[in-house]
């Protein structure tokens, strides 16, 4: 399997519930990504993680908890979300951190009641 | 605040039209990114540019760093070209993309 992967595709949680986001690159790249997109607004950045270090937090809730076991590798934990927290949240990667191109994963539609 | 403009918001067309999706940015970049979303979520990445144009199939993307502004184009449109069209830009100093809302286009049968 080539490109980067996402599971779950979609994803119904309550507010107390705790889930995690999966992604996977089979890229051989360095850096991954985790983007929100909410409707009618640009892709917001939330983590940037470059040869397994985290180097960017753009300001997240600590509601949102990322880890990145090694560099093919990137989750998202989920708890106590909110309902506007309901978004497409997609993966990338990409060689290099900075200016490379990304290559993007499908998505994971998520809802919180 | 750096920020990138697309226009229009959404465009319907009829197949075979010549399509033009505009992005203007306000400061210096070191690269212009041109991406497409498809009803579902995935995005792919088209081009990446800093300077004159690039031609992939009937899609060609031009920049005018002058002017601080670029355009996609379509030729021949087709239905399977309906998606959401996103620019995004690499603002100097700032090593992460800064991205628009998105041109919605649509292409009729």
């Known amino acids: 399997e080539t490109g980067v992967t996402q599971t779950p595709r979609h994803l119904v949680m309550g507010m107390t519930n705790k889930k995690s986001l999966k992604c996977e690159q089979h890229l051989g790249h360095n850096a991954m990504y985790w983007y929100k997109q909410s409707a009618k607004k640009p892709l917001e950045l939330m983590f940037v993680?470059?040869?397994?270090?985290?180097?960017e937090n753009n300001s997240v809730p600590s509601r949102f908890s990322p880890e990145c076991p090694n560099s093919s590798h990137l989750f998202l934990h989920l708890h106590t979300l909110q309902p506007e927290d309901s978004a497409l949240y997609l993966c990338?990667?990409?060689?290099?951190?900075?200016?490379?191109?990304?290559?993007f994963g499908p998505g994971t539609r998520l809802t919180v009641l | 605040k750096n920020e990138v403009e697309q226009s229009p918001q959404n465009l319907t067309a009829q197949e075979g039209e010549f399509i033009t999706i505009n992005c203007s940015y306000s400061v210096g970049i070191s690269a212009l990114h041109w991406l497409q979303q498809h009803p579902g979520g995935g995005i792919v990445s088209l081009f990446m540019l800093s300077s004159g144009k690039k031609k992939h199939g009937r899609l060609i993307a031009t920049i005018n760093i002058q002017e601080k502004h670029s355009s996609l184009h379509i030729t021949a449109s087709h239905p399977r070209d309906s998606a959401v069209y996103i620019c995004a830009v690499d603002y100097f100093g700032n090593e992460k993309l800064t991205f628009g809302t998105g041109t919605r286009l649509t292409i009729i049968p």
């Open positions: 990338a990667s990409s060689s290099g951190w900075g200016t490379d191109t990304q290559y």
């Open positions: 993680y470059n040869f397994k270090e985290q180097t």
